[in-house]
């Protein structure tokens, strides 16, 4: 089983550019995530879906948007990069609506925007 | 709003030493409490769990109370070792779907 997978590992952007990080997951999970981790900033949650068909936003959502393609792959798109967002961004997927199911997480993707 | 505090790190001991990792939380409603943890170059992965409160999470020697009087979920080990140096991240899960993290403290600990 690979989990979840993440794509690209890394990557380098000008200012403005655009691009899509990948998540895919083979656990048959319904809710999955995308997190930034900044340091001494912890992990924020951008946006979730907590099911096939629902998006949601999170603690930081403005830059990004989201797409949930069907029940494996959850996609995180920045229109216009910009050097704020440079982070390391973590996918992850877990059961829905079970409260005590536990959050499996990418390897992540290390973006820097310059 | 919601959210988790942690106590800054990092946190520097001594191999066989006690460990506490602070954990308070603000939060709607009943959420279940968790401690993740992180090594080098890695992602998050589970350390322990609790659902409601009282409960009592457990693994690998760590222990956590989910206190709902005092909204707290302290990490503690009774000996840590140099193998236990990671980051720790305290997190809640609600009902919706929502998963939310503190910022994590950095264990680091010496021989």
């Known amino acids: 089983n690979a989990g979840v997978t993440q794509t690209p590992k890394f990557q380098v952007l000008k200012t403005g550019q655009s691009m899509t990080l990948q998540c895919a997951q083979d656990m048959n999970h319904n809710s999955m995530y995308w997190y930034r981790q900044d340091p001494g900033m912890g992990l924020r949650l951008i946006y979730y879906?907590?099911?096939?068909?629902?998006?949601d936003k999170g603690e930081v959502p403005n830059g990004y948007n989201v797409s949930r393609l069907n029940k494996r792959e959850f996609s995180l798109r920045l229109e216009s990069a910009a050097p704020s967002q440079t982070s390391v961004y973590f996918c992850?997927?877990?059961?829905?609506?079970?409260?005590?199911?536990?959050?499996?997480f990418g390897q992540g993707t290390r973006l820097t925007v310059v | 709003g919601d959210s988790v505090t942690q106590m800054e790190g990092p946190v520097t001991l001594s191999e066989e030493a006690f460990l506490t990792i602070n954990c308070t939380y603000t939060a709607t409603g009943y959420p279940s409490l968790f401690w993740y943890v992180q090594y080098p170059g890695e992602g998050l992965q589970l350390l322990l769990k609790?659902?409601?409160?009282?409960d009592k999470g457990s693994n690998k020697g760590f222990e956590a109370t989910y206190r709902k009087e005092t909204t707290s979920f302290h990490l503690e080990k009774g000996s840590v070792q140099v193998s236990d140096s990671a980051v720790y991240f305290c997190?809640?899960?609600?009902?919706?779907?929502?998963?939310?993290f503190g910022q994590g403290t950095t264990l680091q600990v010496k021989p």
């Open positions: 609790a659902t409601k409160a009282d």
């Open positions: 997190a809640l899960k609600w009902s919706t779907g929502k998963l939310i």
């Open positions: 879906s907590a099911s096939e068909g629902t998006t």
């Open positions: 992850a997927s877990s059961e829905y609506g079970t409260l005590n199911t536990e959050a499996f």
